[in-house]
């Protein structure tokens, strides 16, 4: 049977195994256009009706472009800003909230497993605004901005994993202090909103959103001192 075939299979295990093959066969060719095509057996069985099945899709989609690297090449940021992301702010944005939740654990998979450049590098990727106007921003903040957009899901789950996703990823190199005060600004705006709800809103997505903010707030306190520290040695050094 082809890869194809088993994707379908009635057996969802086998359906996983199928979707668990497409990191290694990523890596077999350079060009995007050829990535792209392997990469819709991901994107087909994102939308499975087993949880386990779309999460592995999902994981395998966000992690085709370390394939490269395995291989001594980089992409410069190409297969997050052609491939995942497009797939990112869909699910993002379906009517299904386990999908909102699957754009989530996106996120993490992303950001975690270092498969997106810093802001500061020359990456791009095309954003299209409520006005229809196109920009071009960093991968990074992209990414970022789709998590924030779920702050204020109307299904808890979602709400919660937004503050459970940003305190997970917030030791993370990637993010700069630029991108950790973004973060705590979308925590203190949620942990706001969802206080003046009657009887304080959901415990647990004000707990999520509380802890994140705590650890970023931590986070930005280390990147400080680093800073002073780096440049009281600086200054010794210039005096000496």
């Not at 290694?24 to 990469?39: D, N, Q, Y």
């Not at 699910?91 to 989530?104: A, P, V």
């Not at 630029?178 to 600004?185: A, D, G, P, R, T």
């Not at 780096?230 to 210039?238: E, H, K, N």
Request: aromatic fraction near 2%; proline fraction near 4%.
């Amino acid at each position: 049977p082809t890869l194809s075939d088993l994707s379908e299979n009635p057996q969802w295990r086998v359906r996983q195994s199928a979707v668990e093959i497409v990191p290694a066969l990523l890596g077999c060719t350079h060009l995007l256009e050829t990535r792209s095509e392997i990469a819709q057996l991901c994107v087909q069985l994102m939308d499975d009706e087993v949880d386990a099945v779309r999460r592995t899709a999902a994981e395998c989609l966000c992690l085709g472009g370390g394939s490269l690297a395995r291989h001594g090449e980089d992409d410069g940021g190409q297969w997050i800003s052609a491939i995942v992301i497009p797939q990112l702010r869909n699910c993002s944005k379906s009517q299904k909230y386990k999908q909102r939740m699957l754009s989530l654990k996106m996120v993490e998979v992303v950001l975690v497993n270092s498969m997106c450049p810093p802001a500061k590098s020359k990456a791009r990727t095309v954003v299209v605004d409520a006005d229809g106007k196109e920009s071009a921003i960093p991968p990074l903040k992209a990414i970022l901005d789709i998590a924030a957009s779920l702050a204020e899901d109307i299904v808890v789950n979602v709400r919660l994993n937004v503050g459970r996703v940003f305190a997970s990823i917030a030791h993370h190199p990637v993010l700069e202090e630029e991108e950790l005060n973004f973060i705590v600004e979308i925590v203190e705006k949620q942990l706001r909103t969802e206080q003046v709800k009657e009887r304080g809103g959901d415990r647990d997505v004000v707990f999520f959103a509380k802890q994140a903010a705590a650890i970023v707030r931590n986070r930005l306190e280390e990147t400080s001192l680093s800073h002073d520290d780096a440049s009281l040695s600086l200054a010794s050094t210039t005096t000496n």
